[in-house]
C-alpha cells in the first residue's frame, strides 16, 4: 500500500505545454476573441459558465460545431427547476452527432474481452454497421419513442445498438448480463421495450456465465416486446435461439443486403428534449427509477464533459472500465461525440492477476483511461507496480469516480503508475449522467480533492438554511439548471416522484444527496450520501471519512458503517469490517481501528464496537448498501428494506439480520436506563 499522505498534499501541477495545448485553453482564447469573454484562469471562466448559462452552453455549440438540423428559437427559454426548457425549436440526433466526428480509414472502437483477443472496428464498418441495424429496427415497426432494450456486455455490439436505436429515435435502455431475471425485469418491465437485444453468456474471471435461460425467461415476461436479436457471444459456433421467433445479430448487420440496406437510412432528427435513453437508480429500497435524458441535453454536458473538462482530442484513445449497467457506459460512449477512438474491455479486471487493463492499455497506446475508486484502491492493496512493468507513455490521464479516492489513491497513481499524469477525478450521478465537481489538465492535482466545480455547474454546499459554506461539509445543491438534468422519471405522469427526489428540501434547487466540502482554494471533497449520515450529537460525519482510514489498514478488505438513533437521545454505530485471508479481528487490530480512526477524523468518528463479517453488501453498480442495512438493523424485513435483486451479493445481508438481535437488546437497556 503506498504511503499514508495528507489531504490536500499537491501532487501534480501541469506544465506550461500542457496547459498551452490544452482544449479549454483554446476555448478561452476563441471566448476572448469572438465573444469579448475575459475569463484568464478556470475560475474566472466557471464563474461566467453559471452566471451566464445560455452564452456559455451557445459558445461550447458554436466552438465545438455541434451541428442542429433546425436551429432553436433561443438557448433556455425557462430556468425552472424542474422542468428548464433549453433550445426550443432545435432538433438534433445523438447518433448523427457521434458520426459527425467520424474519420473514414481510421479505427473508431478498439475492444477486447475474456471471449475474443483485441480487435479494431473501423468509423465506416461501424456506420455501416448502424445504419443497416436502423434500417431492419424500422422493418420492425420501430418508431420515434419506443423502448429498445438490450442485456449486453460492453463489446461493439452495445454500441453499435445504442445508436441504431437512438438514430431511428428509439429510447435505448441497458442491463449488463450479470443481472438477474428478476433485476432486468424490475427495470425493463417498466419501459415496455418492443425489440430485446440479448447475448447467450459472458465470462467474468475465468467462468462461463450460460444465460439463455435467463433471456428466455425476461423475453416471455415483456407482454410488449416483439422482436428478440440473439448474439452468440460466449459460443459464436451454438447459433440456437432462446426463442423460436429470435434473429440472429450478423443476419440483421452482415452481408450485402444489410450494406444496402445501410445506404437507405438516414438519422431521425428530434426535439432536443426527445428522450435518448433511460438509466436508472440503484433500486436497493424498491422498484428502480426510470431516469430518461435528452437527445440535447446529453450531448451538450458529454461534448462538454469529454471536450472541456476531459481535455479529449479526435483521435485520442479512450476507455472508462464499465459495463452496460453503469452510468460510466453512456459516457464512454459519448467519447464518440468528440472523436475520440473508444477502447472496450469485457471481463474481470483483476483477473488472471491485476494486471489486464494495463495490458489493454499498452498495446493500443491509451491516452485516457478511467475506472473506479475501489478499482485504485484495489490495485493499490495488491501491491501492484503497472509503471515498472508497462509502456505507459502515451497514457496522459486516469479518471476516477463511483466513490471518494482516498489520498491513498492518489498517491498510488502518482507513485506506482505514472509521475507525470493528470488524475482527473470526479463526482455526479446517474441522475444527471454527468460530473458536479471534477478535473481541469490546467489546474494542480492534490491528494484527496477534485479539482474544481464543473463548467456549466452552479454547484454549492449548503447548511440546512440554504447558506453557502466554504471549508465546511454541506449538503450538495445544484441552484441553476444543467441540460443533462432529467427531462422525467419513466412512469412519473404527474412528475410528483421526480420533484421529491431532488427539490422538497430546497425548493427550486437540486437537492442531489450528497456532502461536499467546497475548500477556499476552489477544490471539492465528497463526504459520501447524506441519507446515509452519522449524526453523533448534532454533529453530521459523512461515511466516506471512516472508509477513508479502515480501509486502508493493513488487514482490513473493506467496511461498513451506520449510526442507529436509540430511544432518550442515545445513539450506536457499529463498524463492519471484512478481512483479508489470514488476518483476525485480534484486540490489537480494533485497538489500532479506533486509534487511526480517532486521530485521523476525530473522536465522534470512532465506533461503539467492530464486528467482523464476510462480506459488505454492494448494489450491482458497485455502491455500498447502508441505508437498507440501517433499517434491518432497527428490525425491517430484508424484504422491505431492500432488494436483493439489485445487489451484487444479497447473501450478504443474512448477518445483519443476524445482528439485529444484539440492537434489539440495546434498545431494551436504553429504555430501562431511562426507566
Known amino acids: 500500500m503506498p504511503m499514508r499522505i495528507e489531504e490536500g498534499a499537491e501532487l501534480w501541477r501541469p506544465s506550461a505545454e500542457t496547459v498551452e495545448a490544452a482544449r479549454i485553453t483554446d476555448f478561452m482564447r476563441w471566448l476572448a476573441a469572438e465573444r469579448g469573454v475575459e475569463t484568464g484562469d478556470y475560475e474566472a471562466l466557471r464563474r461566467w459558465s453559471v452566471t451566464e448559462p445560455a452564452a456559455f452552453w451557445q459558445a461550447l455549440i458554436d466552438r465545438f460545431g455541434i451541428r442542429f438540423s433546425n436551429p432553436a428559437e433561443t438557448a433556455i427559454a425557462s430556468e425552472e427547476m424542474p422542468g428548464a426548457v433549453w433550445f426550443p425549436g432545435a432538433t438534433i440526433n445523438y447518433a448523427r452527432v457521434a458520426f459527425d466526428q467520424a474519420r473514414p480509414g481510421e479505427v473508431a472502437i478498439f475492444h477486447q474481452s475474456e471471449v475474443r483477443p483485441l480487435q479494431a472496428l473501423t468509423w465506416d464498418a461501424f456506420e455501416v454497421k448502424v445504419r443497416a441495424l436502423m434500417g431492419r429496427l424500422r422493418a420492425m415497426g420501430v418508431k420515434p419513442g419506443d423502448r429498445v432494450a438490450a442485456y449486453l456486455p460492453n463489446t461493439p455490439e452495445a454500441a453499435i445498438a445504442c445508436l441504431a436505436a437512438t438514430g431511428v429515435g428509439a429510447i435505448w435502455s441497458s442491463c449488463s448480463p450479470d443481472f438477474g431475471t428478476r433485476s432486468v425485469l424490475d427495470r425493463f418491465g417498466q419501459i415496455r421495450p418492443k425489440v430485446v437485444f440479448a447475448v447467450d453468456g459472458y465470462a467474468y474471471g475465468g467462468r462461463q456465465f450460460d444465460r439463455r435461460a435467463v433471456v428466455k425467461q425476461i423475453f416471455e415476461h415483456l407482454p410488449d416486446a416483439e422482436h428478440l436479436v440473439f448474439l452468440p457471444y460466449l459460443n459464436p459456433a451454438d447459433r440456437g435461439l432462446p426463442v423460436e421467433s429470435a434473429v440472429l445479430w450478423d443476419d440483421l448487420v452482415e452481408g450485402p443486403e444489410a450494406m444496402a440496406l445501410a445506404a437507405t437510412q438516414e438519422f431521425e432528427e ?52 464499465t459495463t452496460t449497467g453503469w452510468t460510466m457506459w453512456n459516457s464512454q460512449l459519448s467519447g464518440l461525440l468528440v472523436g475520440a477512438t473508444l477502447v472496450i474491455y469485457d471481463g474481470n479486471p483483476a483477473w488472471p492477476d491485476p494486471y489486464p487493463l494495463w495490458r489493454l492499455i499498452e498495446k493500443t497506446k491509451l491516452n485516457v483511461f478511467g475506472t473506479s475508486a475501489a478499482w485504485l484502491t484495489a490495485q493499490a492493496a495488491a501491491g501492484a507496480e503497472p509503471g515498472a512493468m508497462f509502456d505507459l507513455s502515451a497514457l496522459r490521464s486516469i479518471g476516477s469516480t463511483g466513490s471518494p479516492l482516498p489520498p491513498e489513491g492518489y498517491a498510488f497513481v502518482y507513485e506506482k503508475v505514472k509521475r507525470d499524469l493528470w488524475l482527473n477525478a470526479i463526482s455526479g450521478g446517474t441522475d444527471t449522467c454527468a460530473a458536479f465537481v471534477g478535473g481541469s489538465v490546467i489546474l494542480p492535482v ?57 427539490f422538497e428540501m430546497y425548493p427550486g434547487w437540486w437537492r442531489h444527496g450528497d456532502f461536499l466540502k467546497i475548500t477556499k482554494r476552489g477544490t471539492a471533497v465528497i463526504y459520501g450520501r447524506s441519507d446515509s449520515t452519522l449524526n453523533r450529537h448534532g454533529i453530521r460525519i459523512g461515511t466516506a471519512e471512516v472508509y477513508r482510514v479502515v480501509d486502508n489498514l493493513p488487514g482490513v478488505r473493506d467496511s461498513l458503517i451506520v449510526n442507529l438513533d436509540l430511544p432518550h437521545g442515545r445513539f450506536f454505530m457499529p463498524l463492519f469490517v471484512s478481512l483479508e485471508e489470514g488476518a483476525s479481528l485480534d484486540e490489537a487490530l480494533q485497538n489500532r481501528i479506533r486509534r487511526e480512526i480517532r486521530e485521523a477524523c476525530s473522536p465522534r468518528h470512532v465506533p461503539d464496537v467492530i464486528v467482523e463479517i464476510p462480506d459488505v453488501p454492494y448494489t450491482l453498480t458497485g455502491k455500498k448498501i447502508e441505508v437498507p442495512v440501517r433499517r434491518i438493523l432497527m428490525g425491517a424485513p430484508i424484504e422491505k428494506a431492500a432488494n436483493p435483486g439489485a445487489m451484487r451479493n444479497p447473501e450478504s445481508l443474512d448477518v445483519f439480520v443476524a445482528y439485529a438481535d444484539e440492537v434489539r437488546r440495546r434498545i431494551r437497556d436504553a429504555e430501562e436506563t431511562a426507566a
Do not use: C
Request: charged content about 25%; glycine content about 12%.
Open 270 to 321: 428530434v426535439p432536443f428534449e426527445h428522450p435518448l435513453w433511460i438509466q436508472y437508480s440503484s433500486g436497493t429500497t424498491g422498484l428502480p427509477k426510470g431516469i430518461v435524458h435528452s437527445h440535447g441535453g446529453i450531448v451538450l454536458e458529454h461534448v462538454k464533459s469529454h471536450g472541456l473538462a476531459g481535455d479529449l482530442k479526435p483521435g485520442d484513445r479512450f476507455m472508462w472500465f
Open 446 to 502: 492534490n491528494a484527496g480533492e477534485m479539482q474544481a466545480r464543473a463548467l456549466g455547474v452552479d454547484v454549492a454546499a449548503l447548511d440546512d438554511e440554504g447558506r453557502e459554506l466554504i471549508d465546511e461539509v454541506g449538503e450538495l445543491v445544484i441552484r441553476r439548471p444543467m441540460p443533462s438534468m432529467p427531462v422525467m422519471f419513466w412512469n412519473d405522469e404527474d412528475g410528483s416522484r421526480y420533484r421529491e427526489s431532488y
